[in-house]
């Protein structure tokens, strides 16, 4: 388990890492590493060179600008969760990046990694989507913004273009009242979720005017459930109904962890979690 | 020899020096904390070539052809060898022993020929002058194979339609052996209870913290081979390397430096180390291999892989009569060399219901051959599957009459005073004690208090539930268990012992150190012995140019039988020391003793240092009166004599809550009361028996080697084969009943074995306790969250 040869360069930049991603097609973005290294190492990819941008400051910064939480691409999962800012504005994510991995693996690895890489599994694609995350992209042309919700394609397939960079993401602040949840099924703590649930509920006089559910370790992507919510509005939570309509609203993929039948039940017990919770 | 006034009572902890019995730091644990520990990657010699192997992508196919020249022209690739090249140097071998009946193993080379059967047996292996560059140069070694069809499931091994793997047996069947004592089947019908279960084991491994490493550096001008091997038995890799590279057995050393874990891993002839040896002796220079962590997976030996039927007839009393089981394993191609991949079979049979009296006992095993990665031996072999089947059995007959688990256990038991005695299977046993055991167990469960929290649970809509399970653990193992059947492993161990000039002790043993504290143990037992401090001792182990000839480290045999031959040779040493002593004291040798390094005059008065004396007889012999026997260095040998095995028992129990949403199992507590004898070191004996919970804990709950319909393991990285981890892992209490052997003077049993023997049991009994207010059970290692939702019928 040693790597193919890689050249490696250390951006001085951000303008310096899009000039070397544009001009080379089999070059790759190294983040924290964690999921890029051992890829490497099983012989998995072989990219031509490895973009270091851990030295680049500016993406290492938490910012709270125009009612929005700004997350750079390179801040560890460690750094966030120990961010009063972020703890005060979304208190969840704390409890959700506590469930990602362990220490080690969050002391390196990086919220724009994680978001960039999108495994369908991973826990802040989902929180992204859910929240409407914006995500920014830097490339030769200057700066695009896509939504969360447009940003996930298909397995590990994401909107950047092979000649940009995630430089941040940007979390509306303001939530519209909406209450968080966030919960998600393991063998051992910190393993990718059998099947993982963030959801809000918006209430009006306790009663519930918006459900959102967006679900992780379910599907090739983050998978929302549109019919589940639009029942949920409707119908008291009903076990069986539940994992009917999520079997509709989403194609359950099996893994090595679960079985497509075992992700739909989780799914729905995870449902019935938040609905208990939130109302 | 033996003056027994001479040598105290061990562990008396009024005296000085008595380090037997006490948890004395170890202070090789440091050594390894700050990173200074020596692993065989660590080993750099000049002109050292690095290997990667080319391994068989299909779990059964033929080889057409094999082009090794891409990979030969590749920069920085010395070499390219297939099967032609290595067997000229390295013979093959065959998995068999003579001891336990016809065993069919057919030959296995040291690379594949002509046919591969393992998805990851090696075919070829690339020499380069970095481990990377050999990486890549193995991805240009192009090799054209015919798919064969893939004997992969163990139940269907025999069926007349299955594709036999190797042609000349006719079948793939390996090994098969069978039981009866008394009559089952009149037993059964006098039973009040019938009660059957079938359960499954999946195929699981080792995972060792470091990986299986070797380096192997031909001297051709000495034709001497010198291996450095992170193994558990370095005699034996020098006679087996010695044997098929067809060298002179004195010259080869085998050199074990640290070694991160073994697990019984580490105790097998795996065809790439070979190879690895054998590319030295072609190249006449140093090589090494290392197994990354893939390879672990798909190479390391598998263990488990059964499925055993089981079936229990009891009295209206409670008394069991007839015990009977039906044990079916799949070992992968080839019966591994050269312990075979018989021994976990042979294990299920002799201790299935070996702590219960049981008139009536039939026991049949069959072992089958399967194109998936060869099984055999690992920590607790065959242990857990015959403490599941025996404790699942007790239980369900308990609960079918309606008794309380605990006390039908203890009218089944083997009493305590009626040893020796033997097993159900007709082993022999002796100064074993279930019974004080499970007292002591109940009373650390406190079991009326956990029925009680158990009733408040079920009413909240929680499901707990526990268990109590007993056990006898194989240890000491006599040279019955491998040597009388034709291998090469001694079961014999040596300690050789010394006082140098400086005062300082020096022991050397056969036994070798895994990270588990071999040297703390055999430094405690010669300093009490001799009535040293323990810095005053040190030790040198694994290196076969160094230590006394012997065994090695594996079946719980290390403290028992190695630390008995450094006592006696502790003994010796001691009587020669106060033999002069007496002579330069000018005294009764009945009136001294050694303490805190000093020759002491028990009547008080001057007594004289180690030191000096040492000094005296190597610097200023001429001081002595001639023909003074001033040998301040004994050897002494140890093996099990009379009886096959030293049994040690235990007794454990474990707490567990199972979550009906989400089929997750949560172990709430573990508790264990182990019997191993004499403890040299109360900690040491304690990790031992956590650290088997946690490898058991693997077994029932996570670990399993998942194989796809082809046969390729889908699972072999640290992500997707699941271990235990600390997160999950509940406070394991452990409390002791000491029952010395009485084959030693030491008294010391083993303790490696008990706690993965045991909690797979434990857990899957505990977790169908919770399980009997909704009618279901679980029957199926690993218990994964999915198995639990499909007995609840939710999945």
Known sequence: MKSPAFSYYQAKDLADAINIKKSDDDAVILAGGQSLLPTLNMRLSSPSVLIDIGSINELKKIKVEDSYLIMGAMCSHSQIMNNKEVNEKFPILNKLLAQVAHPAIRNKGTHGGSIAYGDPAAELPAFAVLVNAEIILSGPDGERTVSAKEFYKGLFETAINSDEILTSVKYPINQNGMKLFFDEVTRRHGDYAMAGLVGSIKQNNKINEEINLVFFGTGDRPNEAPKTCEYLLKNEYNYSDIKDTLKNDIDFASDISSSSDMKAHLSAILVGRMMKELN | ?795
């Not at chain 2, 006082?499 to 070798?512: F, N, R």
């Not at chain 2, 093996?639 to 707490?655: D, H, K, Y």
């Open chain 2, 1 to 795: 020899m033996d003056d027994l006034n001479q040598n105290p009572k061990l562990g008396a902890a009024d005296r000085p020096n008595s380090y037997i019995g006490r948890s004395v730091p170890r202070e090789r644990a440091k050594k390894l904390l700050e990173g200074k520990g020596k692993y065989v990657d660590d080993i750099l010699l000049p002109r050292m070539a690095h290997l990667s192997y080319v391994r068989s992508p299909f779990a059964h196919a033929k080889i057409k052809s094999i082009n090794t020249e891409n990979a030969k022209k590749y920069p920085g690739v010395l070499n390219v060898f297939t099967i032609d090249d290595i067997e000229k140097v390295c013979s093959p071998w065959q998995g068999v022993l003579g001891h336990l009946g016809e065993m069919r193993s057919p030959t296995q080379y040291p690379l594949a020929k002509d046919i591969v059967r393992w998805q990851g047996e090696p075919v070829a292996v690339v020499v380069a002058n970095k481990r990377a560059v050999a990486e890549d140069a193995s991805e240009l070694v192009e090799i054209d194979y015919e798919d064969l069809d893939a004997q992969l499931d163990m139940e269907t091994a025999m069926d007349k339609s299955t594709r036999v793997i190797h042609d000349d047996l006719g079948n793939n069947l390996f090994w098969t052996r069978t039981v009866n004592q008394g009559d089952v089947g009149e037993a059964f019908k006098q039973s009040h209870i019938v009660e059957e279960v079938t359960l499954d084991f999946a195929r699981h491994t080792g995972v060792t913290l470091e990986t299986r490493a070797i380096v192997a550096d031909w001297d051709s001008s000495e034709e001497k081979m010198t291996v450095y091997h992170n193994g558990q038995a370095p005699h034996m890799m020098q006679s087996i390397i010695a044997k098929h590279l067809n060298l002179s057995e004195g010259l080869v050393r085998i050199i074990s430096c640290d070694v991160g874990g073994s697990f019984g891993i580490k105790v097998h002839v795996y065809p790439d180390e070979m190879v690895t040896v054998a590319v030295s002796k072609l190249m006449k220079r140093p090589v090494k291999f290392v197994a990354d962590r893939l390879e672990s997976y798909s190479t390391d030996i598998h263990s488990r892989c059964h499925k055993i039927l089981g079936k229990i007839g009891v009295n209206d009393k409670g008394k069991i009569l007839a015990f009977e089981i039906d044990d079916l394993s799949g070992i992968g191609p080839f019966s591994v060399y050269p312990r075979t991949s018989a021994i976990e079979t042979n294990q299920v049979l002799n201790l299935s219901a070996a702590s219960y009296i049981i008139p009536n006992y039939k026991a049949k095993g069959t072992v089958v051959f399967q194109n998936k990665t060869p099984m055999c031996q690992y920590r607790a072999v065959g242990h857990p599957i015959a403490v599941a089947i025996t404790e699942a059995l007790v239980d369900k007959a308990a609960n079918a009459l309606g008794m309380d688990r605990y006390e039908f256990r203890k009218i089944n038991l083997i009493p305590d005073n009626s040893y020796p005695t033997k097993t159900p299977s007709g082993v022999p046993l002796e100064d074993l004690s279930h019974e004080a055991c499970i007292e002591k167990l109940e009373k650390m469960m406190n079991i009326s208090q956990l029925e009680k929290y158990k009733k408040e649970s079920l009413a909240k809509g929680k499901y707990k539930g526990f268990s109590i399970i007993n056990m006898v653990e194989v240890t000491n193992p006599s040279p019955a268990f491998y040597g009388v059947g034709g291998a090469p492993i001694s079961s014999q161990d040596g300690a050789s012992i010394r006082l140098e000039g400086s005062g300082a002790v020096h022991i050397s043993t056969s036994i070798t150190e895994q990270g588990q504290g071999t040297e703390a143990v055999m430094q405690q037992i010669a300093a009490d012995q001799l009535g040293v401090k323990i810095d005053t001792v040190r030790v040198t182990h694994g290196d076969t140019d160094a230590t006394p000839y012997g065994g090695g480290t594996w079946a719980s045999r290390g403290a028992g039988i190695g630390g008995e031959a450094v006592l006696k040779a502790s003994r010796k040493l001691k009587e020669n020391i106060l033999n002069i002593a007496a002579v330069i004291m000018q005294s009764e040798v009945n009136n001294l003793d050694v303490q805190n390094d000093q020759v002491i005059r028990k009547d008080g008065g001057e007594g004289i240092s180690l030191k000096d004396l040492a000094q005296i007889v190597y610097y200023r012999g001429h001081e002595l009166p001639p023909g003074t026997n001033a040998e301040l260095i004994a050897t002494a040998s140890f093996s099990i004599e009379g009886i096959p095995f030293v049994f040690t028992n235990s007794a454990m129990g474990c707490l567990v809550d199972v979550d009906v949403d989400t089929g997750l199992t949560k172990i709430e507590k573990f508790w264990a009361v182990e019997d191993c004898g004499t403890q040299i070191n109360p900690k040491l004996v304690e990790e031992q028996i956590r650290g088997g919970v946690v490898q058991g804990i693997g077994g029932a709950l996570y670990e399993e080697c998942i194989y796809d319909e082809m046969g390729n393991l889908t699972n072999g990285n640290m992500a997707d084969y699941l271990v235990p981890m600390a997160y999950e892992m509940p406070d394991i209490i452990v409390d002791h009943v000491t029952t010395n052997s009485g084959r030693s003077i030491l008294g010391a049993k083993g303790a490696g074995e008990a706690g993965t023997g045991g909690a797979p049991g434990a857990i899957m009994n505990a977790i169908n306790d919770a399980l009997i207010p909704l009618n279901t059970e679980v029957t199926s290692q690993p218990i994964t969250p999915e198995k639990v939702l499909k007995a609840l019928g939710k999945i």
